[in-house]
């Protein structure tokens, strides 16, 4: 393991907003952890040339002048070896064409002349063993849990402190106060940061988007009192050196240009404005206009009035003693901020999403088009959101759903098409996603509401719901299996109030649900008039289109 620092790159969406994109507990995944999104490393990696693969062309033995080449030339004969051998050569080629078989479609390799090769039963998950998880909270109100996890000589941190944008400026000094706040501190240069770091194995990210600002690591078990030492003083002491702010505000501001250009983005930005408005919960991505404005003595300021350990929390998962960390941590951190100090910002909850026509925007001479879906959902301490969950992987949460089968694998209308379950604060939220070609989005949104009405009106069939159920417990045990998918659980239980037998107990909610109770879920998280989104795409050859399907605002 190699020590570096990590920071922000690009933007990026809430950091519990896909959580449940692909695991069907959807408790599993931090976004912190994720991946849609390049960071920029201080470890730079050696790249090479691959061999060309050219054979240099053979040089002739001895050069002739062409009279005496020609009179040393003697007259050809056939021989007989040569040419059994090359018949030879032919025989064995054609042999082992032969030999190669025939292709066979997946059908008839799932059959046997005795019929229908069986499949292998499933095998029920077993009970998940939750770690032991100390917690205490500090003088200066900064929470903190501890589990212990072993199996790697690591350990792996997690920081959340909240940091609800109050603004477009402010969410401008966030993006680059995350990009910065571990390049360096009063004592340490960003090349000494590094350093310390490597000696342990270390690692340091920081992330922020309009809820918070979240800090991962992990470490090597033995060099966890130097993880800490370095978090509190990047924590406590940040320089903001000006020509490392200078140089992450120029790349960002050039990341950010980049970006925005990007289809995907863009459809995103447009459905958070679709169904937020404008909540600080819209505004994902900071103007790469105001980014250029920020100076380091605004970063300082940001960093004095908004890093403070009130209302945050800090989870450390892996080979480690938890009452050993807590005392490792209370000596790291207790000189952070003041006893009785201020709470971190907390987002306020977001307007609730609104069924309504669907708002297309012009993207001139796209030849794909996104379309970005929503509707209300459930949180996760809501006593029916194990039906919501399921029913969201029967119609389109995993591979094996109902819109998948249809638009991708049946008509081939996409490449990939998604339903994902997103939480802020007080409020869930469905979002269905795909993007398809300009020709084809009018068929495509047709037969996306085809399963909408579908899957609200008709009961799923049972072995829908059990193959849901099946995927929903096996992503839930492998993705806690690990101690980075478990500290990434932990630290967004801790953040949302959850208790961590959440965790346990989840697994037997998942399995006591049935098929009416998915049914009816399903009927409201999926019906037609809840829907809301937006369409993005050539509006020129779309117009036509979505004026026959109608519900569809164009400009």
Do not use: C
Not at 322 to 351: E, I, Y
């Amino acid at each position: 393991m190699t020590g570096r620092t990590r920071r922000t790159a690009t933007p990026r969406v809430a950091e519990d907003d896909r959580s449940d994109a692909d695991t069907a507990a959807t408790v599993t995944q931090d976004p912190s952890d994720a991946p849609p999104r390049r960071r920029r490393s201080t470890r730079t990696s050696a790249t090479g040339q691959a061999a060309t693969g050219k054979v240099a062309p053979r040089k002739a033995a001895t050069e002739q002048p062409a009279t005496e080449q020609a009179a040393s030339r003697k007259p050809a004969t056939r021989r007989s070896a040569p040419r059994q051998a090359s018949a030879t050569t032919s025989a064995r080629a054609a042999s082992r064409r032969s030999a190669v078989p025939a292709r066979r479609t997946a059908e008839q390799i799932g059959r046997t002349q005795r019929g229908p090769r069986p499949v292998p039963e499933l095998h029920p998950v077993g009970r998940l063993r939750e770690p032991t998880v100390s917690a205490a909270v500090l003088d200066n109100g900064l929470r903190v849990l501890a589990a212990r996890k072993p199996g790697a000589p690591v350990i792996e941190l997690r920081l959340r402190i909240p940091f609800a944008a109050a603004g477009s400026r402010f969410a401008a000094r966030a993006e680059l106060l995350a990009a910065t706040i571990m390049l360096g501190t009063g004592r340490r240069t960003r090349e000494d940061v590094d350093a310390d770091l490597a000696t342990v194995g270390g690692v340091l990210d920081a992330a922020v988007d309009p809820q918070r600002l979240s800090v991962s690591g992990s470490v090597l078990s033995t060099g966890l009192p130097v993880l800490l030492e370095v978090l509190a003083d990047s924590l406590t002491d940040a320089a903001y050196r000006a020509r490392d702010v200078t140089g992450e505000r120029d790349r960002l501001v050039e990341l950010l240009a980049i970006s925005s250009a990007q289809p995907s983005t863009v459809a995103r930005m447009l459905l958070q404005q679709q169904r937020f408005g404008d909540h600080p919960a819209a505004h994902e991505m900071p103007d790469a206009g105001e980014v250029a404005a920020v100076t380091p003595a605004s970063v300082r300021t940001l960093h004095q009035r908004a890093v403070i350990p009130g209302g945050a929390t800090l989870v450390l998962v892996g080979d480690l003693s938890p009452a050993r960390a807590l005392a490792a941590v209370t000596d790291a951190l207790s000189g952070w901020g003041s006893p009785g100090g201020p709470v971190g910002r907390l987002l306020a909850p977001p307007p609730p999403v609104i069924g309504s026509a669907l708002t297309a925007h012009q993207r001139p001479g796209a030849v794909q088009s996104q379309v970005r879906l929503s509707t209300a959902a459930l949180e996760r301490a809501d006593p029916g959101y194990p039906a919501a969950q399921l029913a969201n992987l029967v119609f389109g949460g995993y591979f094996s759903s109902r819109l998948v089968e249809n638009i991708r694998e049946s008509k081939g209308y996409t490449y990939s098409a998604h339903s994902s379950l997103e939480f802020w604060p007080g409020r869930a939220a469905t979002t269905i996603a795909f993007d398809t070609a300009t020709a084809v989005t009018a068929a495509a949104l047709l037969e996306t509401r085809y399963e909408l009405g579908r899957i609200s009106l008709v009961a799923p069939a049972a072995n829908e719901v059990e193959s849901a159920r099946n995927y929903a417990l096996g992503t839930l045990a492998n993705s806690l299996a690990t101690q980075r998918g478990y500290a990434s659980t932990l630290s967004w239980i801790a953040e949302s109030g959850l208790d961590p037998s959440w965790l346990r107990e989840h697994p037997r909610r998942l399995a006591e649900v049935t098929v009416d109770q998915v049914a009816e879920a399903a009927a409201t998280l999926f019906a037609p008039t809840a829907v809301t989104g937006v369409v993005v795409g050539d509006l020129e050859v779309l117009a036509a289109g979505m004026q026959s399907l109608g519900g569809v605002m164009l400009p």
